[in-house]
C-alpha cells in the first residue's frame, strides 16, 4: 500500500519540532493537512464519521496520535468540540480528547489567562473557541 507523508512528518523527521497555529478550527481542512489523512475533510470528531466507515479514524484523534507520537508539539485554535465529548459540551460520542491529553502530560489551554500563564512546556493544545476563533471585534479579552 502506498503512504502519504504530511509536511509535519518531514520536519519531524528532519529533527524539527513541528507546531501548528490557526484561527479556524485546527482541525478544520488547511491546518490538518499537517498531520492527518482523510478522505472527507468534514470528519473531524468521531460522530462525523458515517457507518460503513470502521477502521477510519477522525481528524481529532489523528491530531491526539501525533502529539503522542511526538510528530506534533504544539497546537492553539479553534475546533474543542471535536475534542469533547458530548457531557463536556462537545460532539464527540467516544473518549473526551482533552481529558487524554491532560491525562498524558500534555498542557492545555482554553482561555486568554490561560495563554498568559503557560510555561511554554514540551507539548501543548490550545482550543480557544468551540468552532473557529472569534474576530478580533468579537473576542473576549478576559483573563479566566
Known amino acids: 500500500a502506498a503512504t502519504v507523508e504530511s509536511i509535519a512528518d ?11 497555529v490557526s ?3 485546527i482541525t478544520h481542512a488547511t491546518p490538518a493537512a499537517m498531520y492527518s489523512h482523510s478522505p472527507l475533510r468534514d470528519w473531524e470528531a468521531d460522530s462525523n464519521l458515517p457507518s460503513g466507515s ?15 507520537t511526538g510528530k506534533i508539539k504544539l497546537a492553539l485554535g479553534g475546533g474543542r468540540r471535536a475534542f469533547r465529548s458530548k457531557a463536556n459540551g462537545g460532539v464527540r460520542q ?3 480528547l ?3 491529553f491532560k491525562k498524558t502530560g500534555g498542557t492545555y489551554l482554553e482561555t486568554t489567562g490561560d495563554l498568559q500563564e503557560w510555561d511554554y ?3 501543548v493544545l ?3 473557541g468551540q468552532s473557529h476563533m472569534d474576530y478580533e471585534v468579537d473576542r473576549n479579552t478576559e483573563q479566566g
Open 10 to 20: 518531514w520536519g519531524a523527521q528532519s529533527g524539527k519540532e513541528v507546531g501548528i
Open 23 to 25: 484561527t479556524a478550527r
Open 54 to 68: 470502521e477502521g477510519c479514524e477522525d481528524i481529532a484523534s489523528q491530531l491526539l496520535k501525533s502529539f503522542e
Open 94 to 96: 467516544g473518549e473526551d
Open 98 to 100: 482533552v481529558e487524554r
Open 121 to 123: 512546556s514540551d507539548r
Open 126 to 128: 490550545g482550543l480557544f
